[in-house]
Nanobody, 116 residues
Framework: QVQLVESGGGLVQPGGSLRLSCAAS????????MGWYRQAPGKQRELVAA???????NYADSVKGRFTISRDNAKNTVYLQMNSLKPEDTAVYYC??????????WGQGTQVTVSS
């Protein structure tokens, strides 16, 4: 059974930084693409960043140049480094694992609030 546990969310001022972590278990982590999604109140969940098993990355236009996704296969962990945070980055952030068909496994989410 795949389990994903996020950590690292919190309250930060505009312009600040946070690093989210997602620890995975129950699968061969290195085989699977991983993604970070977010959902703000009243909005649809959106893909923020993703990393393939080979390390290729892609980002939503809104976070390019500010966010960096990375993975440590030895630790079964994926990270999201978020810099230059803006109030519009406020959301619940979810880690997701690709099953080969789609992002079928999800963490419980971690709240990120950007406010002065």
């Amino acid at each position: 059974q795949v389990q994903l546990v996020e950590s690292g969310g919190g309250l930060v001022q505009p312009g600040g930084s946070l690093r989210l972590s997602c620890a995975a278990s129950g699968s061969i982590f290195s085989f699977n693409a991983m993604g970070w999604y977010r959902q703000a109140p009243g909005k649809q969940r959106e893909l923020v960043a993703a990393v393939t098993s080979g390390g290729s990355t892609n980002y939503a236009d809104s976070v390019k140049g500010r966010f960096t996704i990375s993975r440590d296969n030895a630790k079964n962990t994926v990270y999201l480094q978020m810099n230059s945070l803006k109030p519009e980055d406020t959301a619940v952030y979810y880690c997701a694992q690709h099953s080969g068909v789609g992002y079928d496994y999800w963490g419980q989410g971690t709240q990120v609030t950007v406010s002065s």
